[in-house]
């Protein structure tokens, strides 16, 4: 397998946000690896929510195939009053104290499930818990999509896009707050596992070009590395302007398609190309060595 190249701009074969069944996903880890292969990916991260509950699974099938998995998850945190997502990419393994800390975040996710199911009957879906489960299709905490599939499933909303749009995207009725761990927090637990913190989709969270600002400020204060510069399909002029914000901090720059189920417009290794001088690839960072190759 060939090592990774030191320029985002040139990086091709690699996948660093993706999801499987241990979170929102569509895919079992299993079948996300083969999927990745299948597409040419080499090198991926599994980065399920709150959760490496997927990550042996997963790693038998990389094995099997040649495919260079990197442990991870994206860890749900608070700034100021909003959720944001870190993503936390850990070379060594998830350490008992990371551990520790996302049965925490499992705990609090079954809080908000059950807050949005509670929410959602006031709106006509009955049995949401039920129904959101049998759409999870499994006992891992319950996340919005599922909710969104129940919705979907009971013909409340004619798609999840609708469903998000009118009952469980921001400041919507389904929008439930659950209480993450501060941004310094999550941070000290990927530091303490021998990871790196990477700022999940800084173009996604609505800011001003300020407050991004102050955002990527306070993460790299806090002791973040990276920030997703491509996470997905974004506009090019945008994520010029970001990987201006990254170098001005001296952040590395990651990129992955956030991938959640097929038959969407993003798939595994699907995403927009990096600009022209972007910032230094977050596999350059000494801890990822051994993944970079």
Same mark, same amino acid.
Request: proline share 5%; net charge negative; aromatic share 4%.
């Given at each position: 397998m060939m090592?990774?190249?030191?320029?985002?701009?040139?990086?091709?074969?690699?996948?660093?946000?993706?999801?499987?069944t241990a979170s929102d996903g569509a895919l079992s880890p299993r079948a996300l690896v083969a999927l990745c292969?299948? @597409?040419?990916?080499?090198?991926?991260?599994?980065? $399920?929510? $709150?959760?490496?509950?997927?990550?042996? /699974?997963?790693?038998?099938?990389?094995?099997r195939l040649g495919v260079r998995l990197l442990p991870a998850t994206e860890l749900s945190v608070q700034w100021q009053g909003m959720t944001l997502h870190v993503v936390a990419l850990l070379p060594e393994g998830a350490s008992t104290a990371m551990r520790e800390a996302l049965a925490?975040?499992?705990?609090?996710? =079954?809080?908000?499930?059950?807050?949005?199911?509670?929410?959602?009957e006031q709106i006509g879906l009955d049995d949401a818990l039920s129904r959101a489960r049998?759409?999870?299709?499994? /006992?891992?905490?319950? *996340?919005?999509?599922? %909710?969104? +599939?129940?919705?979907?499933?009971?013909?409340?909303?004619?798609?999840m896009a609708t469903a998000f749009k009118k009952h469980l995207g921001a400041g919507k009725r389904g929008d439930v707050k659950a209480h993450w761990p501060y941004l310094s927090?999550?941070?000290?637990?990927?530091?303490?596992?021998? #990871?790196?913190?990477?700022?999940?989709?800084?173009? +996604?969270?609505?800011?001003? @070009?300020?407050?991004? *600002?102050?955002?990527?400020?306070? &993460?790299?204060?806090? #002791?973040?590395?990276?920030?997703?510069? =491509?996470?997905? %399909?974004?506009n090019p002029d945008m994520t010029r302007d970001l990987a201006r914000q990254l170098?001005? @901090? #001296?952040?590395?720059?990651?990129?992955?398609s $956030? %991938?959640? &189920?097929? #038959?969407g417009h993003l798939a595994p290794g699907s995403m927009s190309p990096a600009p022209r001088g972007a910032p230094s690839p977050v596999w350059c960072h000494p801890a990822l060595a051994a993944f970079a190759g």
């Open positions: 090592p990774l190249p030191d320029t985002l701009e040139s990086a091709a074969g690699l996948d660093l946000h993706m999801h499987s292969h299948a @597409r040419g990916v080499t090198h991926m991260a599994l980065t $399920d929510h $709150d959760t490496v509950a997927g990550l042996a /699974e997963a790693s038998v099938e990389a094995q925490a975040q499992a705990r609090a996710r =079954i809080a908000r499930g059950e807050e949005i199911a509670r929410r959602l049998a759409q999870a299709d499994s /006992e891992r905490p319950l *996340g919005r999509p599922d %909710f969104a +599939r129940a919705l979907v499933e009971a013909k409340l909303v004619p798609d927090t999550a941070l000290g637990w990927i530091h303490e596992s021998g #990871g790196v913190a990477v700022l999940a989709h800084p173009l +996604r969270y609505g800011l001003t @070009r300020r407050k991004r *600002g102050l955002l990527l400020d306070a &993460f790299a204060t806090a #002791g973040g590395e990276s920030a997703e510069l =491509i996470s997905g %399909f974004q170098q001005e @901090r #001296g952040l590395h720059g990651s990129l992955g $956030d %991938f959640h &189920f097929p #038959g």
